[in-house]
């Protein structure tokens, strides 16, 4: 999955994610970074003000299904 914008933030992945971390999404722009861990969502870290982390953390709510079902094709069930 490559990036992909929604709400003005990338969400997505690296392609040499470490095989000993469970599903996670990537967050960046806005001056800012984050790490989400997808089941459940949590996050891991974040470089955003807490309204902005509020933002992310609901939009991958909404995007989990889409996220997971992404990173099981390039991951697999790890």
């Known amino acids: 999955m490559p990036f992909i914008r929604i709400r003005g933030y990338l969400f997505g992945f690296y392609v040499s994610e470490p ?23 949590e996050v891991e870290e974040s470089r955003y003000s807490r309204g902005e982390t509020g933002e992310i953390v609901r939009i991958v ?3 989990q299904t889409r ?10 069930d790890r």
């Open 19 to 41: 095989a000993n971390e469970p599903p996670h999404i990537h967050v960046k722009g806005r001056g800012g970074r984050a790490k989400l861990w997808l089941d459940p969502v």
């Open 67 to 76: 996220f997971m079902e992404a990173w099981r094709e390039r991951f697999g």
């Open 61 to 63: 709510h909404e995007q």
